[in-house]
């Protein structure tokens, strides 16, 4: 499979793109979510452009953790950012606006690259492709583990 590789300067452009656009949509969250492990770095940069707590939750263990306690945690914001590297297929970020559903009028999501023919549509992006055009492997700088 062809792979793209995006440089640590692109991403770090992408969520600044993203970071101006929760501004200009007038909104901001109380906490952001991140989803391990592609979500943390953009996670935690958001965290800090927009002075947010910040938590990491594991939603592929999502089936052998207590549900209750991310609802939990849920219940006391009132505006909640989930955060993921790529919105590809859309099914992980679609599984989670399911298990959460009683949360979506507080849930807003973003990735740093957003597949335009996903499942599942995110309020915020830095980059959008289309991968029915162009099926290559997004590769983030901190995936890069091929010796150079």
């Given at each position: 499979?062809k792979?793209?590789?995006?440089?640590?300067?692109?991403v770090?452009n992408?969520?600044?793109l993203?970071?101006?656009?929760i501004?200009e949509?007038?909104?901001?969250?109380d906490?952001i979510i991140?989803?391990?492990?592609?979500?943390?770095?953009?996670?935690?940069?958001?965290?800090?452009?927009?002075?947010?707590?910040?938590?990491?939750?594991?939603?592929?263990?999502?089936?052998?953790?207590?549900?209750?306690l991310?609802?939990?945690?849920?219940?006391n914001?009132?505006?909640?950012?989930?955060?993921?590297?790529?919105?590809?297929?859309?099914e992980?970020?679609?599984?989670?606006?399911?298990?959460f559903?009683?949360?979506?009028?507080?849930?807003?999501?973003?990735?740093?690259v957003?597949?335009?023919?996903s499942?599942?549509?995110?309020?915020?992006?830095g980059?959008q492709?289309?991968?029915?055009?162009d099926?290559?492997?997004?590769?983030?700088?901190?995936?890069?583990n091929?010796?150079?």
């Amino acid at each position: 499979m062809k792979k793209k590789y995006l440089s640590q300067e692109s991403v770090e452009n992408y969520i600044h793109l993203i970071y101006l656009n929760i501004i200009e949509a007038n909104w901001s969250p109380d906490i952001i979510i991140s989803i391990n492990r592609g979500g943390c770095i953009p996670g935690v940069y958001l965290s800090h452009y927009i002075s947010v707590k910040h938590k990491v939750f594991d939603f592929k263990d999502i089936y052998n953790t207590n549900i209750h306690l991310y609802k939990i945690i849920l219940d006391n914001y009132k505006n909640i950012l989930i955060v993921d590297d790529i919105n590809d297929t859309g099914e992980t970020l679609s599984s989670i606006s399911k298990y959460f559903k009683d949360y979506s009028q507080k849930i807003k999501y973003a990735v740093i690259v957003d597949n335009r023919t996903s499942i599942f549509n995110v309020d915020f992006y830095g980059n959008q492709i289309d991968k029915g055009a162009d099926s290559s492997w997004i590769v983030f700088p901190w995936e890069n583990n091929e010796k150079k």
